[in-house]
């Protein structure tokens, strides 16, 4: 004998499982991703090199991809930064950041974001 005939409430409870799992099935239909702004629509693009000058380590710094980009180098004599040329009180950027090859204990992989207005010194 079969369990749910000693028990229709669990033969009923079975049935309204697998007819929920048709219906919430992912199968039945497909997943479109919601139409959306995306971050980068809202700020207008600043090319890299007219944006930025080099602080320091200026050898290891090259802008690349008519100055949309910028490579950021570290060797055994300095690192390197860039200083932006106007003030920016919002905005919108990405870094990619990458740990030299091999060992390298001692290496601070950082990206750092300050302030030096007058009045409020922030790190970030």
């Known amino acids: 004998m079969a369990l749910w005939e000693h028990k229709p409430g669990f033969s009923y409870l079975l049935v309204l ?30 090319p890299v090199d007219r944006a930025f000058s080099k602080a320091f ?16 180098a570290l060797d055994k004599i300095s690192g390197s930064g860039l200083v932006s040329q106007s003030r920016y ?17 001692g290496v601070v992989v950082a990206f750092y974001v300050s302030s030096l207005h007058h009045c409020l010194r922030v790190t970030d």
């Open 17 to 46: 499982i697998l007819c929920l799992a048709t219906v919430v099935s992912p199968h039945s239909r497909t997943y479109t991703t919601p139409s959306v702004t995306h971050l980068t629509d809202y700020f207008p693009g600043v």
């Open 89 to 105: 009180y919002y905005g919108f950027f990405s870094a990619a950041i990458k740990l030299p090859s091999g060992l390298s204990p």
């Open 57 to 72: 380590g200026a050898s290891n710094v090259q802008f690349l991809s008519n100055g949309s980009m910028a490579t950021l």
